[in-house]
Every structure is written in structure tokens, then in C-alpha cells.
T-cell receptor, first 113, second 112 residues
Framework: DGGITQSPKYLFRKEGQNVTLSCEQN?????MYWYRQDPGQGLRLIYY???????QKGDIAEGYSVSREKKESFPLTVTSAQKNPTAFYLC????????????FGEGSRLTVL | QQQVKQSPQSLIVQKGGISIINCAYE??????FPWYQQFPGKGPALLIA?????SEKKEGRFTISFNKSAKQFSLHIMDSQPGDSATYFC???????????FGQGTTLQVKP
């Protein structure tokens, strides 16, 4: 089945460690996005990429990094510079066109111990 | 202003009742207004969407009402069911980047 796969589903990290969240899609979508979800704050955009080898910062990019070497993959690294990394992270993708519809993965919950 | 304000934050409705969630925006360049439904531990999924040239869109028990002059839109869930219990997000699209701006979310509980 086509879709977006995020892994791991749960991740625990010690302070000062970098962690990488995986996002893979087989929908043949050009654009991919990373959102962070915190209770009562909706979804906030971290990074997005509209084509391979290109990406842009979203509203809360500080402390995060991404790469887009393949159309199917858009990994997110949460670095030690991110002061409050405990959150639910959602990856999404969108096909070309102006519908704006995003397809989301099932998310990765990161907890910093 | 790139904000979408959503209310209420939480909502409790009896089975069979009508659930209403409201959103307001300021940027007149927004051209697409989707609603997403999210169950606990899952990613959001598109529920219904509308463009600003239409005042209302209905899909089954779900209806979007859109008031362009007031810059407001709302989701109505008719005959609410316990299975509708979820978090609902409104969003607005500023052009063709897919950079949806999301509201803060509304947690809906439908009591049997």
C-alpha cells in the first residue's frame, strides 16, 4: 500500500544526544514536510522540501536539520541545540498541484530523559 | 498575518448532537481551507476541504461553512457519533507551497 512510513514510533534520548527520525514515502510525491506537535499548539512547520536536494526552513527550524537526497526520503535530525525536543513529530508529503492536501505519517514520539 | 485561530479548545457533545468548531484567519491570500481529523497516536488525515469561492461544502455528516467577508470558516458535524471523538485541526494554505498554517486544534468528545 502507498503511504508514509515514520520510524521509530517511540524514541528516548538523553540530553546532549542527536537523534534522527526517518520518513519514507512511496506515493511519488515531490514535496515533503516535517511538523512538530505539542499539546494545545497545533502543528508547527520545522522544515520542508519541494524537490530533491533542496529544502527550506519552516517556522521553528532552530535545533533541527534535514536532508533530501532521494525523492522518497526526508530524515529529520534533532540536534542537541534543540532546547525542548520532547514532542510528537509528524512527516507529511504532497503531490504537485494546488490542492494543498498533505498526507501524514503516523508520527514519532521523542522523549528526552 | 499568518495565523489561524481555532475555537473551542475542547468540546463535549452528546451522541446525535451537532459539533461546531470555528476558525478565523487574517491573510486574504489563503486559497484553500482543509480540516484534518486526528485520532490519538496517529497522524492527521484530511477530512474535508473548501476553496474561498464556495460558501459551503458538505460530505456526509461533515459540512464546512465559509464566510469570506468575515474571514471565518467552521466545521459542523451532524449526528455526532462516539467514533467522531478525535482532535480536529483547521488549516489554511497560503499558495502552492503546501505550507499549511494550522489552528491550535479542538479535542472533541462525543458521549454515548
Amino acid at each position: 500500500d502507498g503511504g508514509i512510513t515514520q520510524s521509530p514510533k517511540y524514541l528516548f534520548r538523553k540530553e546532549g544526544q542527536n537523534v534522527t527520525l526517518s520518513c519514507e514515502q512511496n506515493l511519488n510525491h515531490d514535496a515533503m514536510y516535517w511538523y512538530r506537535q505539542d499539546p494545545g499548539q497545533g502543528l508547527r512547520l520545522i522544515y520542508y522540501s519541494q524537490i530533491v536536494n533542496d529544502f527550506q526552513k519552516g517556522d521553528i527550524a532552530e535545533g533541527y536539520s534535514v536532508s533530501r537526497e532521494k525523492k522518497e526520503s526526508f530524515p529529520l535530525t534533532v540536534t542537541s541545540a534543540q532546547k525542548n525536543p520532547t514532542a510528537f513529530y509528524l512527516c507529511a508529503s504532497r503531490s504537485k498541484g494546488n490542492t494543498g492536501e498533505l498526507f501524514f505519517g503516523e508520527g514519532s514520539r521523542l522523549t528526552v530523559l | 498575518q499568518q495565523q489561524v485561530k481555532q475555537s473551542p479548545q475542547s468540546l463535549i457533545v452528546q451522541k446525535g448532537g451537532i459539533s461546531i468548531i470555528n476558525c478565523a484567519y487574517e491573510n486574504t491570500a489563503f486559497d484553500y481551507f482543509p480540516w484534518y481529523q486526528q485520532f490519538p497516536g496517529k497522524g492527521p488525515a484530511l477530512l474535508i476541504a473548501i476553496r474561498p469561492d464556495v460558501s459551503e461544502k458538505k460530505e456526509g455528516r461533515f459540512t464546512i461553512s465559509f464566510n469570506k467577508s468575515a474571514k471565518q470558516f467552521s466545521l459542523h458535524i451532524m449526528d455526532s457519533q462516539p467514533g467522531d471523538s478525535a482532535t480536529y485541526f483547521c488549516a489554511a494554505n497560503p499558495g502552492n507551497t503546501g505550507k499549511l498554517i494550522f489552528g491550535q486544534g479542538t479535542t472533541l468528545q462525543v458521549k454515548p
